[in-house]
């Protein structure tokens, strides 16, 4: 039998016990289908299905409940980021490093300095950190040359504070204020600070987003003091690209 000798009460009959994948699968058989698959009246019982109180309405909230139902049925878990309204060429970051109150690093980087990632991994360092700096996570890295060392020994204490500046508009926000290297993870050579964000009064319902700080090192021959090769800043809790990084930094309290 041809598709095109069915009849529309056999279609109109099988048709409503179908689910709206199918039903929109059926609408590119023949003109015939798709003329019948069009009948609003199917997909208002599809989305009954779905959202029954909405269709105790007369008239769609929108134009047409197969409208509703194509626009609302699948859970959009990725939406396409608008472009960022600002760059890394817009912003200065400005990172201080202190061990025992003592200033041992203190600079003003570029926005445009900070990398995904190292080019090339320095020779000598574990698997273990060579991995994480491969991974597929969002983060800026600021390789450190000539290095340095922080003693981390017992009631031994290093902190960090950094600032960003807007070139565009002359304001500052804080990410990190004067964080403690609290967790040294000594199987990725890796020593942690964060702080939690400061998020503009605009986005109230935006809160409890940490800004981490990591310190990559090698061994140094003493087990209490780390060589420091490269700095490394992400927001991994939330953003994982570039275009997500730079949204999360034009949402700060900037002043």
Not at 183 to 204: E, Q
Request: net charge negative.
């Amino acid at each position: 039998m041809e598709l095109s000798t069915v009849s529309e009460e056999v279609l109109k009959s099988v048709f409503p016990l179908l689910e709206g994948v199918d039903l929109a699968s059926v609408m590119a058989v023949c003109k015939q289908w798709r003329d019948i698959a069009r009948d609003d009246y199917f997909w208002k019982c599809l989305c009954a299905k779905r959202w029954p109180s909405i269709c105790k309405r007369p008239n769609p909230p929108t134009e047409t409940y197969y409208n509703l139902y194509k626009t609302f049925y699948k859970r959009q878990h990725h939406r396409t980021l608008l472009p960022p309204r600002i760059s890394f060429d817009d912003l200065e970051f400005f990172i201080d490093i202190w061990a025992e109150n003592i200033l041992v690093f203190s600079a003003a980087v570029p926005g445009s300095v900070l990398q995904p990632g190292f080019k090339i991994p320095p020779s000598g360092i574990c698997d273990m950190l060579k991995f994480h700096l491969e991974g597929s996570e969002y983060k800026m890295t600021l390789p450190v040359e000539p290095t340095f060392s922080i003693p981390l020994g017992q009631n031994q204490d290093a902190s960090v504070s950094v600032m960003v500046v807007r070139k565009d508009s002359n304001k500052v926000a804080r990410v990190i204020n004067k964080s403690m290297f609290d967790y040294i993870d000594r199987s990725s050579y890796r020593a942690l600070a964060f702080d939690y964000l400061d998020i503009s009064p605009v986005y109230p319902f935006l809160s409890g987003i940490r800004a981490w700080i990591s310190l990559l090192f090698m061994e140094d021959g003493n087990e209490d003091v780390m060589r420091v090769f490269g700095i490394q800043m992400d927001f991994c809790d939330v953003a994982n690209s570039k275009e997500e990084v730079l949204w999360l930094l034009d949402m700060l309290d900037w002043k």
